[in-house]
């Protein structure tokens, strides 16, 4: 309920209207992937009151997604008896690079092309809507609500089947000239590659320091050994994952250490020109890869202080503490910057 | 002259004063360097009136310099009959890390160390003063005044005695939360080389693409020649430097022609890393080595594309087209953005 102050003085009158403070309105966070769609329930203040998650429905070009998503909002508002003019909007995350107004070039994941992703939420869903690229979008969320802590200036690295990021900067998320801000894991880190990265160069950053990268570098190490490496942690597996690599060097396997050694150089020099670049308060570091733990930050930070330009050699790191939350966090943090008057 | 416009309605009255827009108010920028400071006066618009430099005296633990910069601003405030309340203020770039507050750790060149340059300069010269790095500050003048165009998302490289740089993030300078961004001829190229560079790293984008790194090259083809040198456009100088690379490679001698795209390829797949981190609307380069002219930039745009993440691959190039005076620049700008109402 809103009410009314009259202030008359004079013989002006003045009418203020003030927003009864009590309200309570909604967002819904929604990071839209090739798999499932995630969805998160937030209350205006930022915290989140419930997710859950539906499969993504690849057919009909990518546009069952949408009517999917809007079933799921409506019986979401249905259960929980919220209107629906107390709903603020929806942030979602894709994919793919996205314009600021919600365009989308390509995006092989959900089969779009060439199409406006914010304004198919708004038609099918019916709510105010803003989109954008769902590794910056994870990296606003840990930045906002990662670590117990709220950063303003961070480097976000995430590693999963490929190494992505995301550079957070005032506290917003840096888009880009050509929306390729954080593209982190297409730095080249070694000239003489002749295996092609997915982006068609070649001795890209995640060659090395993604999972497939991570057991490439595995491998590696074993077909070098040859018969030496008989008996040892990874031997013998029939698909050496990242996962194993780094299991057998919390248990203390030679291999595991070296090739965790390995990717720790490879990732820590990057980083260490990652920060000259754009100098954060934190590194943070989030994807499937990251649930090794203590192990990966030590590993990344040793090599990065050994190639760190000095006065910046000091930088704190950290693992991402949301898990695969943080996108709907960013979801529900780009709703609160753009679709509210703070 | 100021003047006053009185409102009377109903019986309140409203007294608005309106600064008289024909007044005009000046600004000095100072690009302070180790061997001469360059001095320019700004009208606040931006327009640079008169420039000139004195020499640097680093007597007297590097205090002589602001005596001097005094005498030669208020001799030119006498010159020119400018009345001191007339001044807006000062804006100073220093060759080190400096804080927001203007305060130096280190200036090995002004023999400079732990002081408050902002402060001194005030104290001294009698004006609000505001400091910052002379590279961000060179970045941030190319970007305002430069190239006939004005840009607010620059990577600007200096390539000099070393290499230097500074970031423009929406038409500010991107300082990093060590006071390291855009400290670009730290990154790491080279993780194979064992000359220590200047900052005790070894392998940095500086040991090859500044003055002095395409010297080495030089020097390096001409000893991997061997006699077959003999008679080039090199052969038998005393001391190869930059220009004599330049000037080779502009006559066609093909081992010039071979390291300025040596050169290239380092800088330009550097470029391809850094403009993933940070995707600009356009990369500038400067700095005394930038006077090759159009030979430079085609070299590294050459190897920037072949090595680009493919949708910032069109990135543009440009020489930085201030020389010395966008230090001057970049320090007006600072003065406009931090001493006066917009």
């Given at each position: 309920?809103d009410f009314?102050?009259?202030i008359q003085?004079?013989r002006?009158?003045?009418?203020i209207m003030?927003?009864?403070?009590e309200?309570?309105?909604y967002?819904?966070?929604i990071d839209i992937g090739?798999?499932?769609c995630?969805l998160?329930?937030?209350h205006?203040?930022?915290t989140?009151?419930e997710?859950?998650q539906?499969?993504?429905?690849r057919?009909?070009g990518?546009m069952?997604v949408?009517?999917?998503?809007a079933?799921a909002?409506?019986?979401k508002?249905?259960?929980k008896?919220i209107n629906r ?7 979602a995350?894709?994919p793919?690079?996205i314009s600021?107004?919600g365009v989308v070039?390509?995006c092989?994941?959900l089969?779009?092309?060439n199409f406006?992703?914010?304004d198919?939420?708004?038609?099918v869903i019916g ?9 910056n ?5 840990e930045a ?5 802590h ?6 976000f690295v995430?590693l999963g089947t ?5 550079i957070i900067?005032n506290g ?10 954080g ?8 000239p003489?590659?002749t295996?092609?990265?997915g982006?068609g ?6 060659q090395y ?15 070098a050994r040859g018969d ?6 990874l031997?013998?597996?029939?698909k050496?994952n990242a ?6 060097a919390k ?9 965790v050694d390995?990717?720790g ?8 020109g990652?920060c000259?670049?754009f100098d954060?308060?934190?590194?943070i570091?989030g994807?499937g890869?990251?649930?090794a733990g203590d192990?990966l930050?030590d590993a990344v ?5 050994e ?11 950290r ?8 996108g709907i966090y960013?979801?529900a943090?780009?709703?609160i910057d753009?679709?509210?008057e703070?």
């Amino acid at each position: 309920m809103d009410f009314c102050i009259l202030i008359q003085k004079e013989r002006m009158t003045v009418n203020i209207m003030i927003e009864n403070t009590e309200k309570n309105r909604y967002i819904f966070g929604i990071d839209i992937g090739g798999t499932a769609c995630k969805l998160g329930l937030f209350h205006e203040d930022g915290t989140l009151l419930e997710k859950w998650q539906i499969p993504t429905d690849r057919a009909n070009g990518g546009m069952n997604v949408f009517t999917d998503l809007a079933a799921a909002v409506d019986s979401k508002l249905e259960e929980k008896s919220i209107n629906r003019e107390d709903v603020i909007g929806i942030g979602a995350g894709v994919p793919a690079s996205i314009s600021g107004e919600g365009v989308v070039q390509k995006c092989p994941a959900l089969g779009w092309s060439n199409f406006n992703v914010a304004d198919k939420i708004t038609e099918v869903i019916g709510f105010p809507a803003v989109c954008g690229n769902d590794a910056n979008l994870a990296a606003s969320g840990e930045a906002w609500k990662g670590a117990n802590h709220s950063y303003s200036d961070v480097v976000f690295v995430t590693l999963g089947t490929g190494v992505g990021g995301g550079i957070i900067c005032n506290g917003k998320i840096l888009q880009g000239a050509h929306g390729c801000s954080g593209e982190l894991g297409h730095i080249k880190v070694n000239p003489a590659e002749t295996r092609e990265d997915g982006c068609g160069g070649h001795g890209c950053l995640q060659q090395y320091a993604s999972a497939t990268g991570i057991a490439n570098l595995a491998e590696e190490a074993l077909t070098a050994r040859g018969d030496e490496a008989k008996g040892t942690y990874l031997y013998g597996r029939i698909k050496v994952n990242a996962k194993n690599v780094f299991d057998g060097a919390k248990k203390g396997d030679e291999i595991c250490l070296d090739v965790v050694d390995k990717f720790g150089e490879i990732l820590g020099r990057a980083l260490a020109g990652i920060c000259v670049v754009f100098d954060p308060e934190v590194v943070i570091i989030g994807g499937g890869v990251s649930a090794a733990g203590d192990i990966l930050i030590d590993a990344v930070r040793k090599h990065y202080v050994e190639w760190a330009f000095p006065p910046c050699a000091d930088m704190e790191f950290r693992l991402a503490s949301l898990g695969n939350d943080a996108g709907i966090y960013g979801c529900a943090k780009m709703v609160i910057d753009e679709l509210t008057e703070l």
